[in-house]
């Protein structure tokens, strides 16, 4: 059965390309098109659509909006189209916490030819977005009371490691908060192209106790700092100086990903070892499994998120199946779970 789809952009030309590339899939069809939000309601209710793809910007009434009425009335996978500006991206990572499950940026209007370079990306991320657990939205609530015996031999000498992909900046979102800013250092990949990495790093430093950043090459990790991996850029630890040290490069793609989990995980396998605490969160795919057994294999402890609080269960179930998991946690226990290991 065809996943069918309902494209929401002001841009016909946008439409017809997104037309083109989700009809040339066996798997999926475009259902209907409107210019606006106030004829997508229409469509939905007419078509009954399995996802919505939505324009950050447009006329009549903007994205953000649209997705808050939508999220909040009628549930359902949305996956957002950005612009690559600062001004998008800062809405495309709050409509990511109203719940959309994933965005694509599209390439400027006279880039005709880029957007079919997308066609795989698109492709992905609909599929993923079909296959999503859509909840509605909660109200943030307070940091959890959560805290960790102060033991700057333990801050200083762990690292931990976690990898995300689709619905994992809420993931990361909801671990960071709760993080106490006694914790070690923590280096993050997260799926996300360049340019929105910096207002995903700087929203979550906005109301985490810890700080947020985005990585810089050749940084000494600090312990109560996250270090999220820029987009476009593969993040690895090395050690040197007695001190754990950010690399960034710009080396090809693994699992077609970059920034990708098994780089960081394979990075900190070999520099940190069994100092390393490992995180597996939401995600389509298998990026990050074998880096996660390596880790292991060197030492590291481990944890996946359940199926259950998963957006998309297929990172966290493929690390599993390959034996790189030590332990399975409930995404609101991760933290917890995490602070009892450096405990003990």
Known sequence: MSIKVLIVDDSMLIRR???EIINSQHDMEVVGEAPDPLIARTLIKALNPDVL???????KMDGLNFLE?????????VVMISTLTEKSSVITMQALELGAV???TKPKINQLNGMQGYSQEITDKIRAASMAKIKRPVQSTALSKVSMPRSDN?????VIAIGASTGGTEAISQMLRSMPKECPAIVIAQHMPAGFTASFASRLNSFCTIEVKEAKHNECLSA??????????HLCVIRKSGCYY????????????RPSVDVLFESVASNVGENAIGIILT????????GLLTMKNEGAFNFSQDEQSCVVYGMPREALLLGGVDQVEPLNNMVEAVLQRLRN
Request: proline content about 9%; overall charge positive.
């Open 69 to 77: 009425k939508l999220m909040r009335l009628r549930p359902m996978p």
């Open 102 to 104: 994933d965005f694509i």
């Open 17 to 19: 390309i997104l037309r």
């Open 53 to 59: 793809t939505l324009d950050v910007e447009m006329p």
């Open 283 to 290: 995600g389509m795919g298998k990026d990050g499994a074998a």
């Open 154 to 158: 333990i801050s200083r000498k762990t």
């Open 224 to 233: 109560g700092t996250a270090y999220i991996a820029p987009g476009n850029k």
């Open 246 to 257: 950010t690399q960034l490069n710009e080396l090809e793609p693994v699992n077609r990903h």
